[in-house]
Each structure stands twice: as structure tokens, then as C-alpha cells.
């Protein structure tokens, strides 16, 4: 017979190479058939609940990396939920309105003017149903488990009229209103816009410096003195209402050749130099908060314009007094509204003024200019003229300037509830304790939510008016609109007049005819998400209201986290969720935003096709994903050789547990070896750490490292290092093999169960070829955690080995690199410990040759004189010398005893030994020449 028929070596099927982008679509499948998600749902049933409230992903296009960092993140918790005990079911989502949908049409040709509105409509819906699937199938593709055949969808009727609701608990308590705020407008295309429409371009503003008189110093100053503005839009002074200052800033009056102006202290040299001041003299400093309630005459109109303070004031350019017209710009609305001046917007739709602009009326506004130049400079006000260029924003479409105009909105009023909000921000569990304070100082600093919106593609706004033109939103027509909506879907509102629309029999003071009719603007789709906890947490019975976790990237706080907690406490006076976890954005492997324009993009797919998802989710879990995280093929690469790593241990730990019964073959505990002992010991920290300090703390880094450093440092680099000289080794039923095979099973069994979250493929992979009751490793259970009495000491004395071990490693290193030995097999080590490392070598138990991998190893008495050539350690010193003797056939050590045996005379008395005990057809027929 062969001689390597004599050992014990490790046959396995579990193949070497994964091929996961072919087979990971099978097991999926396989997955889908069996029903795994049902069947985990099943053995959680009666649990404690664990409910991660899925952020809806905006249904258009395929996914890409920011997607799959969210999504996987996401699973990798819900998994290792359900194997921790919990019932955690997973409900995926779409956010499916909004702009958008309507770009993707447009550009298809779809013509929204040659059609009605419901039909329109329903080309938008049939256009996100198809982007649903085709994510989907993204998602799946990834591995993520979960309802896919029954997520939430934003446009389907039970949710539209779910958000109707909170709509209307938010109206009947009083948080919605009418009123008019600035927003982004294009005269050319006579439509408000919203971001995502803006692009900008350079273009040429005249930049103009305006005396406004002091008409009220409230005794601190003279009416001879002028508060000075900068503005690059002479074009919105007709709409100016105030002057703003910084309340902290220092200002100065000076006087300029008899005439008295007022500045910020800090720009007076920059101004001066612009205006054209030469011989100025300061005559006196005043504090920004004493000018609040100041008044000023406006320059060619015969009314005031007050003195405001605001935080939007800046040094950064101007003079520190900024002019404000609260119609015109976002920051003057909301500082207007605090001091509660009107919102004046004399700019029709078509950007020509309306005659609230007196000597304006007719006149496009960017015409205006020049004239208001004229009429500033003839009043005496205009210090300076001059001309700049600039990045300002234009339509997309039309590629035309656009203005800011109030124009009529509806309004969540946030200040009637804000301190509830700001409540409830404080009782959250943010995982990442600066999320709290971001959301914190949002919502503390931010004016009314505006609800509105004048696109097409939207859940519309259920409000009706009567023929006076007062708003009509009471209980009884949001329950009924409600109910239509459940019924039908929002399209109906555009199918039926608003009387039909209407309960039936509906009477309103405001109506003496009988007629309605109805909103046409539609809601944000931030309003549309941000009811989920309604339409989703309280309306499926599989979930729980508040969720007890949101995780989405960091730009959610000023999104989903901002708008769901808004809602929620406006209605339900709770938070929706009971913690929150933010990531950061995927950049590439230099740190800079993905883009087609740098061809730095990657998408999943292509990562899958060539790697296979569970590289990607390998990834995900390798990243400290509180930041942003860097991501390139190299990198993906690097993950693979970690892959192959994982890979290959639990190949062997599986290879070489073939012929292990756990249930016959087990050696207890108390029976093993010290050093088995220590590595279930080890395998417990490693469990314990991957459970309390990875999953429950949701850091999947801590996972990562310690897999990887178990595997790589703990098995791979010691205990399966000398292992080979056992299992290989002994017969089939030697009890130190069968120590060592307890160990390796107990631990692949352990990291395969831990690996599931992360690497489900693969884990599925390798719980096939286990010997474990379930039939699937995802309807298992996380190990549990073991303590032992003598682990303590164990560790202590392992520990201390394993410093002992460096040094001798390095000792080998330098007989190797000296050309003394080859492999260590050919070394001889003798050792000269002290006292403590005597007595640690005694109390090991343990053949520290096997160990050391070496053929002899001599520990000589302490106290021997240490030779001149011995290699000094702390408490030990070394010396390295080659192996005599021959070297075993079998065992490939070197030992005097080859040849012992004279039927086998090219084994040594061990090897020997057992084939003779366990192979005696070798002894007889002797082996076949190499």
C-alpha cells in the first residue's frame, strides 16, 4: 500500500474555490423554495420583537453601492436578531413619487400635455413598479431576506391612505396651514422648482451699495445717519420690508464728508475701499442688538423698513446689514416671519411686477434693474455701482435664471409642537451620540415644513374650498377621502369633480350653491416617507410601533429620521423609532465622490458578477461605516484574499472532522488537553466578543477582526499549525486526534453559526457538509456562550506560553536565515529557562516539541550555564542546533529511532507503532516505492 494511505489526511468535497457568482443564485433559489424567511418568522414566533424599520430606497434604476452598504448593513442586523433570539421581521420599502419619475418620462417622450392628468398618472405608476422590481431583484441578488413579496410601496392605495390620515390628525390639531413663503421659481417655464431641478451657471449681476435713512435710532441714533446694504439683485428693493444685523456684532457710524453711515465694524476697510471712502472718521460704535426695532425710510417708497437681527447675518461679504425682502429670499422669509412682517412678492408667475410695485407694474423684473439703479442714484441712495460674475442658480430645462417668490404653500406649523419633537429627540437611543445633536439643532433651528408642492406625480394634498375660497379639511372628509384613496388609490381624486369627492350630502357655510372644488398641488415626498410609521409600523400586524431601529446614511437627518419623527410626534406625540444608526457615504479608494464624469463608479453587479455578493457583504462588515468608507476594485480584492483566508480554515476544520461523530467521537471537556482546553477557551472570548461587543453593539468591524484574527493568528498560525502531527498523524481513534477533532468541529460549528449574518452563501456552504441537526444554519441559533473553572489559569499560563512560543520562533528564524536548518522539523531546540519559565513548562501538560514544531527539544535544568551562542529572551535563552538522526518516512520529523522497527525500517517507533496497531497489511505487504 501508498504510505499516505497510513494518514489521516483531511478529504473533503467542500470545494477550495467558492464560484460564488454562479452559485450563490442557487442557494438563493433553493432559499426561496424552502421558504427560509417563513420558516425563521415561525421559530421567533412568541419571541421578544426586534423591528428595523426599512428607510424606502427611491425606486429608479438599478442600485448601486451606497445602496448595498445600507441594505446589507441592514440584514447583517436582522439576521443576527433572529439568531439571537428575537422575532425580526423584515419589511423592505419604496419611496415612489416625486420629480424624478416625471425627469425619466419627459425624457422617454411621454408628452404630459396630450394626456389627462389619471392617465399621466398611471404611466408614472406603471415606470416605479417596474424600477420596484428591478431593485428588487438587486436586493435579493445580494442576499438581504426578507417579505420581498409583500414590501411597502408609497403609491399603493392602503398607504396613500394611511399618510391621508396623519394628514388629517395633523389638521385637526391645528399644525396645518396656508400662507405664503419663498421658492425657488422659473419665469421662463412659469413653475416653481424644486433642488433637484436647479442647475447653475455664471452670469453678469450689477452689485450696488444703498444709503436707507434712519427714520427711528431709538435715541441712539440720528435721523442724519444711513444704514448701508450691498445687494446683487437691485431687482427684489421694491419687496424690501426690513434691514437685518448680527445681534453680536460690533457696529460703527462714520462720517464721511458730513454724511453719516452705518456699517459692520469689521468690514468698514473693505467697504470703504469699495464705496470709494477716502477721508472717514468714526464717531461712534454700537452693539447689533441695539439697533433691533430700529427703523429706516426705504429708499423710494414711502413706507419703513425695520431693523431685525438674525444668525443668517455673516462678515463674510457686504456690510453687515443685509437688505431683506421677506418674498424673496428663504433666509429674509424666516426672519421676517419672526418679527411678523407680511411677505410682500410684487413678481407675477411670468417674473414681470404686479402693481404692488408702484412705477414697476408691467416690467420684467431682470429689466428693472437698470431702472431701480437710476431711480436709487436719483433719490440720492446709491453709494456705489458695479458689476460682478457669479455661479447663480437657472431651470434645467429651460437653462433661464431663476428667482426666489413667495408664492401661495400649505404648511406643517413646527413651532406648535416643536418642543414635543425636541422631547423625544432626547429620549432616542443615537448609537452614534452625535446624531442626536445634529437632529437636535435641525429641528431647533428649522422654520415651518412646507407640505406642498406643485408637480403631478404625488399624493395629493385632500383639501377642498368652498365657493368663498375657504379651505375645507375636517375629519369627515379626510376619513372619506381616506376610504376612496384605500379603495381606488389617490388617482380617483383626479377622476372625479370635488363634489363627487365629497360625503355624500356634504354642506359647508361657505358654499350656499352647493360647489367645491379641490387642491391641485400634491404633498412633499418627504411627507409621503415620513408616514411609513402609520402606513407600515401600525398598519402591518407582523411589526411594532415605535420601531426600535431606523438605520439610514447621515443626509437622513435632514430626510427620513427629520420628517418621521415630525410626523410622529404630531400625531402619536412619540418618536417612531427607538434608536437611530447613520452611515456615511461610499467614496472611491482615494477618497473622493463616486461620479460618472471620474469613471470612479462601481457598480454591485459588476462586483457580484465577477466576486459574488458575499464579498460585497464582506466588505460592509470589514468598514467603520460611522464615516465615510472608501471602497475600489483593489480594495474588493484585498477582501477577496481575507475571503480566501476564512475560507480555506473552515475547509480544513471540515476536511479533517470527515470521520467525526459528534455525538460518538466528543471528548468532554475536563478530558481534553491543556492546549485544546485553551482553544475552547479562546473559541468562548471569540463567540462572547462577536456577540456583546459585534452584533449587540451593531459593530460589524469588531466581527470582522475577530474572525479574521481567530483564524489567522489562533488557528491557522498555531493550533491547526502542529494539528497536522495529530490528525494526520495518530490512528483514527487516537484520543489526542479525537481532542483536537472535538475542538475543530465545536469551532467551525461556532464561526459558521457567527459567519451567517455576514456570509450566508457560504455558511449555508459549509453547514452542509456539518453533521448538525437543522437543515439550514440560518434556522439555527447564535452558540452560547461557555465559561470554565480553570479558564483563568489557562489563559494566564497560555498566554505566557505563547510569549515564549515569539521567542522561539524567532530563534528558528535566525537558524533558518543562517542557513542552519531548513524547515523547523530539521531543528533541535534547547532550552535554558528560569525558575518561572520552568515551572510554566511543567504546568503546561503539553509536548511543547509537537507544539514547537521541532524533532527533539531539550529543557535543561535551571541554573545550567547558559552557552555564548544561545539567543537571549526575558526568562529564557535558546539554542538552536540541526536535528540528529534520520528523517521518518511518514511523520517527516527526525528521530534516532527510524529504523526501530525492522519491518518498517524507514518509520520512526511512533509511526511505526501505529501502523502496525491500525494498518498490519502494510506491515506485511510492505509500501510501494515513492
Not at 412659469?190 to 450689477?206: G, M, N
Not at 429620549?427 to 452614534?432: E, F, Q, R
Not at 467521537?665 to 475536563?670: G, K, W
Request: net charge negative; aromatic share 10%; proline share 4%.
Amino acid at each position: 500500500m501508498k504510505m499516505k494511505e497510513t494518514l489521516q489526511l483531511g478529504k473533503t468535497a467542500f470545494p477550495m474555490r467558492a464560484n460564488l457568482p454562479n452559485r450563490e443564485g442557487q442557494w438563493q433559489q433553493e432559499w426561496e423554495q424552502q421558504k427560509i424567511y417563513e420558516k425563521r418568522q415561525e421559530l421567533n414566533e412568541g419571541k421578544p420583537s426586534f423591528v428595523l424599520h426599512d428607510g424606502p430606497p427611491y425606486a429608479n434604476g438599478n442600485i448601486h453601492l451606497g445602496h448595498a452598504l445600507n441594505k446589507i448593513s441592514k440584514d447583517i442586523i436582522v439576521r443576527s436578531k433572529s439568531m439571537s433570539g428575537f422575532r425580526a421581521p423584515y419589511v423592505p420599502g419604496w419611496d415612489t413619487h416625486g420629480l424624478p419619475i416625471e425627469q425619466v418620462l419627459t425624457n422617454k417622450g411621454v408628452d404630459r400635455k396630450k394626456m389627462s392628468r389619471a392617465e399621466y398618472l398611471e404611466k408614472c405608476r406603471e415606470y416605479a413598479l417596474s424600477q420596484v422590481d428591478k431593485q428588487r431583484e438587486d436586493f435579493k441578488r445580494l442576499g438581504v431576506s426578507g417579505d420581498w413579496e409583500n414590501p411597502y410601496i408609497t403609491l399603493t392605495a392602503d398607504y396613500e391612505a394611511a399618510q391621508i390620515r396623519v394628514f388629517g390628525k395633523m389638521a385637526e390639531k391645528g399644525y396645518i396651514y396656508k400662507g405664503l413663503k419663498p421658492i425657488y421659481w422659473s419665469p421662463s417655464s412659469e413653475s416653481s422648482l424644486a433642488e433637484a431641478e436647479i442647475e447653475y451657471k455664471d452670469i453678469k449681476s450689477p452689485s450696488i451699495f444703498v444709503a436707507f435713512k434712519v427714520k427711528d435710532g431709538k435715541g441712539l441714533l440720528d435721523t442724519d445717519t444711513s444704514f448701508v446694504i450691498w445687494t446683487t439683485t437691485p431687482w427684489t428693493l421694491p419687496a424690501n420690508l426690513g434691514i437685518s444685523a448680527n445681534a453680536d456684532f460690533e457696529y460703527v457710524v462714520i462720517n464721511v464728508e458730513g454724511n453719516k453711515y452705518v456699517v459692520a465694524k469689521e468690514l468698514l476697510t473693505t467697504v470703504a475701499e469699495k464705496i470709494g471712502w477716502e477721508n472717514y472718521e468714526v464717531v461712534q460704535e454700537v452693539k447689533g442688538s441695539e439697533l433691533e426695532y430700529m427703523t429706516a425710510q426705504h429708499p423710494f417708497y414711502d413706507r419703513e423698513s425695520l431693523v431685525m437681527v438674525g444668525d443668517h447675518v455673516t462678515l463674510e461679504a457686504g456690510t453687515g446689514l443685509v437688505h431683506t425682502a421677506p418674498g424673496h429670499g428663504e433666509d429674509d422669509y424666516f426672519v421676517a416671519r419672526r418679527y411678523n412682517l407680511e411677505v410682500l412678492s410684487p413678481v407675477d408667475g411670468r417674473g414681470v411686477y404686479t402693481d404692488e410695485a408702484p412705477g414697476f407694474e408691467g416690467i420684467f423684473y431682470d429689466k428693472a434693474n437698470p431702472m431701480i439703479t437710476e431711480l436709487l442714484e436719483e433719490k440720492g441712495a446709491l453709494l456705489k455701482l458695479d458689476f460682478f460674475s457669479h455661479s447663480y442658480p437657472h431651470d434645467w430645462r429651460t437653462k433661464k435664471p431663476v428667482i426666489y417668490r413667495a408664492t401661495p404653500q400649505w404648511f406643517a406649523s413646527i413651532d406648535k409642537f416643536r418642543a414635543n419633537i425636541l422631547s423625544e429627540v432626547e429620549k432616542v437611543d443615537w448609537i452614534i451620540p452625535w446624531g442626536k445633536t445634529r437632529l437636535y439643532n435641525m429641528i431647533r433651528d428649522r422654520g415651518d415644513w412646507v407640505i406642498s408642492r406643485q408637480r403631478a406625480w404625488g399624493v395629493p394634498l385632500p383639501v377642498f374650498y368652498a365657493e368663498n375660497g375657504e379651505a375645507i379639511i375636517t375629519p369627515e372628509t379626510i376619513e372619506h377621502v381616506a376610504n376612496l384613496f384605500a379603495e381606488h388609490g389617490s388617482k380617483i381624486w383626479y377622476e372625479k369633480e370635488a363634489n363627487e369627492l365629497l360625503p355624500e350630502g356634504f354642506t359647508h357655510e361657505g358654499s350656499p350653491n352647493g360647489q367645491f372644488t379641490k387642491e391641485n398641488d400634491i404633498m412633499d415626498v418627504w411627507f409621503d416617507s415620513g408616514s411609513s410609521h402609520e402606513a407600515v409600523l401600525r398598519g402591518r400586524e407582523d411589526l411594532t410601533f415605535p420601531a426600535d431601529m431606523y438605520l439610514e446614511g447621515s443626509d437622513q437627518y435632514r430626510g427620513w429620521f427629520n420628517s418621521s419623527i415630525t410626523t410622529s410626534v404630531a400625531i402619536n406625540e412619540v418618536a417612531p423609532y427607538k434608536s437611530v444608526l447613520s452611515q456615511g457615504f461610499v467614496l472611491d479608494g482615494e477618497g473622493r465622490k463616486m461620479s460618472k464624469s471620474l469613471g470612479n463608479v462601481i457598480i454591485p453587479e459588476k462586483v457580484i458578477n465577477q466576486m459574488g455578493a458575499d464579498i460585497l457583504r464582506l466588505w460592509v462588515s470589514s468598514v467603520d461605516y460611522e464615516a465615510d468608507v472608501r471602497v475600489s476594485m483593489d480594495i474588493l480584492s484585498q477582501i477577496s484574499e481575507v475571503y480566501r483566508k476564512i475560507r480555506n480554515t473552515m475547509r480544513f476544520l471540515i476536511a479533517n472532522t470527515e470521520d467525526f461523530d459528534p455525538k460518538a467521537n466528543r471528548v468532554e471537556y475536563r478530558e481534553l488537553r491543556s492546549v485544546d482546553k485553551y482553544m475552547m477557551v479562546r473559541l468562548n472570548q471569540v463567540i462572547e466578543t462577536i456577540k456583546t461587543k459585534g452584533y449587540d453593539e451593531y459593530s460589524f468591524s469588531t466581527v470582522y477582526k475577530t474572525v479574521v484574527n481567530f483564524c489567522t493568528t489562533d488557528l491557522s498560525a498555531f493550533y491547526l499549525d502542529f494539528a497536522k502531527d495529530v490528525v494526520y498523524i495518530e490512528g483514527q481513534n487516537d484520543f489526542n486526534r479525537r481532542c483536537m477533532q472535538t475542538v475543530f468541529y465545536d469551532t467551525v460549528v461556532a464561526l459558521t453559526k457567527l459567519l451567517t449574518p455576514i456570509l450566508p452563501h457560504t455558511s449555508e456552504e459549509i453547514w452542509s457538509f456539518l453533521k448538525e441537526e437543522e437543515d439550514y444554519v440560518q434556522l439555527s441559533e447564535f452558540p452560547e456562550v461557555t465559561h470554565f473553572e480553570d479558564e483563568a489559569a489557562l489563559l494566564e499560563e497560555w498566554e505566557a506560553f505563547m510569549s515564549v512560543r515569539d521567542d522561539v520562533l524567532k530563534a528558528l528564524e535566525e537558524a533558518r536565515n543562517s542557513k542552519l536548518i531548513g524547515k523547523s522539523f530539521e531543528a533541535k531546540l534547547i532550552l535554558y529557562p528560569t525558575d518561572v519559565t520552568n515551572t510554566l513548562f511543567t504546568s503546561l501538560d503539553a509536548d511543547l516539541a509537537q507544539i514547537l514544531i521541532v524533532s527533539q527539544l531539550e529543557v535543561m535544568p535551571v541554573g545550567t550555564e547558559v552557552p555564548a551562542e544561545a539567543m537571549q529572551f526575558d526568562g529564557l535563552a535558546i539554542v538552536v542546533e540541526k536535528a540528529e538522526g534520520e528523517t521518518c518516512d511518514r511523520c517527516r520529523a527526525v528521530k534516532h529511532d527510524v529504523g526501530s522497527h525492522e519491518s518498517l525500517p524507514t518509520l520512526c517507533d511512533r509511526c511505526a507503532t501505529i501502523v502496525e496497531e491500525n494498518f498490519p497489511e502494510a506491515v506485511i505487504e510492505g509500501f510501494e516505492a515513492k
